[in-house]
């Protein structure tokens, strides 16, 4: 059985390095290829919210650890949580 869980994540204030890894960002979500994704970034592009389904938490977190954001520590803080949607 899936879950639903909600990623919130703030960017550390490094312009240049963030712009350079955008790209990998958006295809490491693209190649999720995951029916219910959905995310983008905050409009003052200080991080973003990304929704997706795991079989559990363990799952999840391997998931968002081989973010290109996370792997290059391009991230200031970050939350993964269950969503129980309606």
Request: charged residues 30%; without cysteine.
């Amino acid at each position: 059985m899936t879950k639903r869980f909600a990623y919130f994540y703030l960017m550390k204030r490094e312009p240049e390095k963030i712009k350079k890894i955008v790209p990998a960002h958006i295809d490491y979500w693209g190649n999720y290829k995951q029916e219910n994704y959905l995310g983008g970034p905050f409009a003052d592009r200080s991080g973003g919210l990304i929704t997706f389904d795991a079989s559990d938490i363990n799952e999840a977190a391997n998931i968002i650890k081989n973010d290109p954001f996370a792997l290059n520590d391009l991230l200031e803080s970050r939350w993964i949580k269950e969503w129980m949607t309606e």
